[in-house]
C-alpha cells in the first residue's frame, strides 16, 4: 500500500459511525500525546547559531593585542675574503659589509606579537607563557585602540600560561572563566586575537575533540577547527554563553598555518594555575615523590588484580612517599579519597592538592590493601634541587647526528643569529636528511628543539636520554617541541 493509500484509509470520514468515533478518538489522543512528548522533552543538541556577531561584540572589549619587545645580541660578524692589511680592497669590503659602520658589537630589538584577555576590572591578563617569555617591555593593546604598558605578575612554562598586570584609570572590561568540563565533541565555539599580527580577529569552529595530552605533564587541551594562526597563541577560546573554555597555545600543522588542528588549554587547568599566580606570583603543587607507571592488563595478570587501573610504584626515592612507608610495588588506588585510574590522573590530583596536606593514600600490596597518611612536598621545590655533575664529565660532541637530524647544543651565537634572547636554550637543526621522518613531518633546519618526551633539553645527552627512556617504556614515538621564529609547534618522531 503506498503512503497516499494509507494516509486515505485513516481518514475518519470514511469509517463507519460507530468505528469512526473509536479511532477518531484513538487518532486525536495520539497526536494530543506527540504534541505534549514535543513540548515536554528538551532536545539536548543545541542548533547552530545564525551568527556570532552579538558574541563578539559582547567579548570582544575584553580581548587584548600583545606586543613584546627583546633586546637580541648582535649577530657574528659576516664573514668575508682574507684581505692583507694595506689592501686596495680592504675599505671596498669593509663598506660593503658594514655600510652603516655599526659593527657586529650592537645589539637590535626583535619584536613579537600574540594574544590575551582580561579577567578583572583592575587590570590582571592571561596569556600563554611563551608569548612574553624573555621580554623586556610588554604593550597592551586594547580593542578601543588604547595601549598600556604590563608586568608580568606570574608564569608557569607547564601550563605554557602567564598572568601579566596593567594600571588603568578605569575599571577595564573583563571576562570570566566558564567549566571546560561541560564542553562535549561538537559544541560550537568561538576564538579571539591577533593572528599574524592582522589586528582584532575572529573565527569559529567546534570542539572536535577533549582531554588533548601534547607534551606537558598537566595537559588537558580542547581541539578545535577553529583556525589559530601565530599571533593567536594566549588569547581566548569562548563558549556559546561569552565564558573562556580554553587558552589558544598551539596547532599541529607541517607549514606553519592553521589546517584547522588547533589546540586550547582547558579553562578548568588555567583557572587553577591563573589562582596560584595571582596569590603567590608562581605555582605551588602538591608533591608525592614517587616514580609511577600505568598498570597494563598485562601487569594487573601478572601482580594479581582484576582490573588494569591505579599507578603502579617503579620507585620512591626520599621524599614524602618514602616517609609514609610506601614501597616499589605498590599499586596506588586512591588518593584522598577518590579512586585513581591512570598515572595521569594520578599526576593531577596531586598537583591539585595543597602542598603540606596530610592525605590519605590507598595501595594495593602482595594482594591487600594498605591505607598510608602522606604528607605532600611542594613538586617545584623537589624539582629545584640539582643533580651535582661529575667534575671529570666528559665534554658532549659539538653536534651529532640523531633521529635523521644533525643536531648542537643552542649557545648565544647561534640564538642571536636565529633572533633568540641570548640565555634561550634547546637543540638547533643544523642540518636534516631530506629522505627522512622529521623532514616529512615539516622540520627544517634552524629549528629549535625545545622539549623532548615532556622535558626539557639543552645538551646532545638530554635527548638521548628522552629516547632511551621511550624505548624503555615501550613508545614508538617521542614527543618534541618544536619553536621556529618562536613559535611553538609539537611533532612525533619514531624512534625505532
Known amino acids: 500500500m503506498s503512503t497516499r493509500d494509507m494516509s486515505q484509509t485513516l ?3 470514511r469509517l463507519a459511525p460507530r468505528g469512526r468515533s473509536a479511532l477518531h478518538m484513538l487518532w486525536v489522543a495520539a497526536i494530543g500525546f506527540a504534541l505534549v512528548i514535543g513540548q515536554t522533552v528538551p532536545s539536548a543538541a543545541r542548533a547552530a547559531p545564525e551568527s556570532f556577531a552579538d558574541l563578539a561584540q559582547q ?12 633586546t637580541v645580541a648582535a649577530p657574528a660578524a659576516p664573514r668575508g675574503p682574507m684581505l692583507p692589511e694595506g689592501s686596495p680592497f680592504e675599505d671596498f669590503f669593509r663598506e660593503f659589509m ?3 659602520g655599526q659593527g657586529p658589537s650592537t645589539p ?8 590575551g584577555f582580561v579577567i578583572s576590572e583592575d587590570g590582571f591578563i592571561v596569556t600563554n607563557n611563551h608569548v612574553i617569555e624573555g621580554a623586556d617591555e610588554i604593550e597592551i593593546e586594547f580593542f578601543s585602540g588604547k595601549t598600556l604598558p604590563a608586568e608580568v605578575v606570574g608564569t608557569d612554562p607547564k601550563t605554557d600560561i602567564a598572568l601579566l598586570k596593567v594600571v588603568s584609570d578605569a575599571p577595564l572590561p573583563f571576562v570570566s572563566f566558564g567549566d571546560s568540563d561541560v564542553m562535549r565533541v561538537g559544541d560550537w565555539v568561538m576564538a579571539m586575537g591577533n593572528p599574524l599580527g592582522q589586528g582584532f580577529s575572529v573565527s569559529a569552529g567546534i570542539v572536535s575533540a577533549r582531554n588533548r595530552e601534547l607534551a606537558g605533564t598537566y595537559d588537558d587541551f580542547i581541539q578545535t577547527d577553529a583556525a589559530i594562526n601565530r599571533g593567536n597563541s594566549g588569547g581566548p577560546l569562548f563558549n556559546m554563553e561569552g565564558q573562556v573554555i580554553g587558552v589558544n597555545t598551539a596547532i599541529l600543522s607541517p607549514n606553519g598555518g592553521s589546517i584547522g588542528i588547533g589546540f586550547s588549554m582547558a579553562s578548568n587547568v588555567v583557572g587553577k594555575v591563573v589562582t596560584q599566580l595571582k596569590e603567590f606570583g608562581e605555582t605551588r603543587r602538591g608533591w608525592l615523590g614517587v616514580k609511577i607507571q600505568d598498570v597494563t592488563p598485562d601487569v594487573a595478570e601478572a601482580i594479581g588484580i582484576e582490573a588494569a587501573a591505579g599507578a603502579l610504584v617503579t620507585d620512591v626515592p626520599e621524599g614524602p612517599a618514602m616517609d609514609a612507608g610506601m614501597k616499589a610495588g605498590d599499586v596506588i588506588t586512591s588518593f584522598d579519597g577518590g ?8 599526576v593531577r590530583r596531586v598537583a591539585d592538592a595543597d602542598v603540606g596536606k596530610a592525605v590519605r593514600v590507598i595501595v594495593l600490596r602482595d594482594g591487600r590493601t594498605e591505607t598510608l597518611l602522606v604528607t605532600l612536598g611542594r613538586r617545584e621545590e623537589a624539582e629545584a634541587t640539582a643533580t651535582p655533575v661529575a667534575a671529570d664529565a666528559p665534554q658532549a660532541p659539538a653536534q651529532e647526528e640523531m633521529l635523521g637530524m644533525t ?18 636554550s634547546g637543540l638547533v637543526v643544523r642540518e636534516i636528511d631530506e629522505t627522512g621522518a622529521a623532514f616529512e613531518k615539516g622540520l627544517r633546519a634552524g629549528d629549535v628543539i625545545a622539549e623532548a618526551g615532556q622535558q626539557k633539553v ?11 627512556e621511550a624505548k624503555e617504556a615501550g613508545r614508538k614515538s617521542l614527543l618534541l617541541l618544536i619553536r621556529r621564529e618562536g613559535e611553538p609547534r609539537f611533532v612525533a618522531l619514531s624512534v625505532e
Do not use: F, K
Open 339 to 346: 579512586n585513581v585510574s591512570d598515572t595521569r590522573d594520578l
Open 59 to 70: 567579548v570582544s572589549p575584553a580581548v587584548v593585542n600583545i606586543t613584546t619587545s627583546t
Open 11 to 13: 481518514q475518519p470520514d
Open 458 to 468: 639543552a645538551t646532545l645527552a638530554d635527548l638521548q636520554d628522552r629516547i632511551d
Open 98 to 100: 658594514d655600510p652603516e
Open 407 to 424: 643536531l648542537s647544543p643552542l649557545d648565544s651565537e647561534i640564538a642571536a643569529e636565529l633572533g633568540l634572547p641570548a640565555d634561550a
Open 108 to 115: 637590535r630589538r626583535s619584536d613579537a606579537l600574540g594574544s
